[in-house]
């Protein structure tokens, strides 16, 4: 079993900050990637950003520049610090972790979500 908790989320302003934090515990053997995603109303799931286990990370090309995702020190949780946070960053963020258990099977986990409103 393989939990993924997600903290973080709020209300803010337009401009304003905001940390996302996720970790992840159980049958983890290997961790691929941890990544984060947000889905608004009415649109699809996107990407927001990832890192991989060797630390390359990848983001969105709306949040580049204003959000940093980066690995704590325990190496099974992730972080998304997000600055200059826009009305259009309103979304319900997921926390993603891409693993192999102990028998080596990959596996795809999310977490429960977070929601994070910017107002105007």
């Known amino acids: 079993q393989v939990q993924l908790v997600e903290s973080g989320g709020g209300l803010v302003q337009a401009g304003g900050s905001l940390r996302l934090s996720c970790a992840a515990s159980?049958?983890?053997?290997?961790?691929?990637?941890m990544g984060w995603y947000r889905q608004a109303p009415g649109k699809q799931r996107e990407l927001v950003a990832d890192i991989t286990s060797g630390g390359i990370t990848n983001y969105a090309t709306s949040v580049k520049g204003r959000f940093t995702i980066s690995r704590g020190n325990a190496k099974n949780t992730v972080y998304l610090q997000m600055n200059s946070l826009k009305p259009e960053d309103t979304a319900v963020y997921y926390c993603n972790v891409k693993f192999r258990d102990s028998s080596w099977y990959e596996y795809n986990y999310w977490g429960q979500g977070t929601q994070v409103t910017v107002s105007t």
């Open positions: 159980g049958n983890i053997f290997s961790i691929n990637t």
